[in-house]
């Protein structure tokens, strides 16, 4: 499975980007598709998951009710719909699927990563 990122980019706070991820391959392979961001300095971090072939959707506490994850399985693409941005949204985005339905929130669990992309968010 490759995966490939979209929609990074430079917005003010309280705006609004999204974010979609293409999954390459044989997409079957994955339990799961997650978004994960990592800011200069810190550790990577969960952001959201959504399972490929059930509707269980899960947030970090730090973005729940401002993203909302969602699929298209017909284009074996997932999107992360941003609003309300913050300046501590700034970050690195990274989309990556996981064969294991378990251990969403933990990168390592994760098998295939697809390249970042910059969201940044300015005052």
């Known amino acids: 499975v490759q995966l490939q990122a979209f929609g990074g980019g430079l917005v003010q706070t309280g705006g609004s980007l999204t974010l979609s991820c293409t999954a390459y391959?044989?997409?079957?392979?994955?339990?799961?598709l997650g978004w994960f961001r990592q800011a200069p300095g810190k550790d990577r971090e969960f952001v959201a998951q959504?399972?490929?072939?059930?509707?269980?959707?899960t947030y970090s506490d730090s973005v729940k009710l401002r993203f909302t994850i969602s699929k298209d399985k017909s284009r074996d693409t997932v999107y992360l719909q941003m609003d309300n941005l913050e300046l501590e949204d700034t970050a690195v985005y990274y989309c990556?699927?996981?064969?294991?339905?378990?251990?969403?929130?933990?990168?390592?669990?994760?098998?295939?990563w697809g390249q970042g992309t910059q969201v940044t968010v300015s005052s």
């Open positions: 391959g044989p997409g079957s392979t994955a339990y799961g």
């Open positions: 959504i399972s490929w072939n059930t509707d269980i959707i």
């Open positions: 990556a699927a996981r064969k294991a339905p378990n251990g969403y929130r933990l990168a390592s669990n994760y098998n295939y």
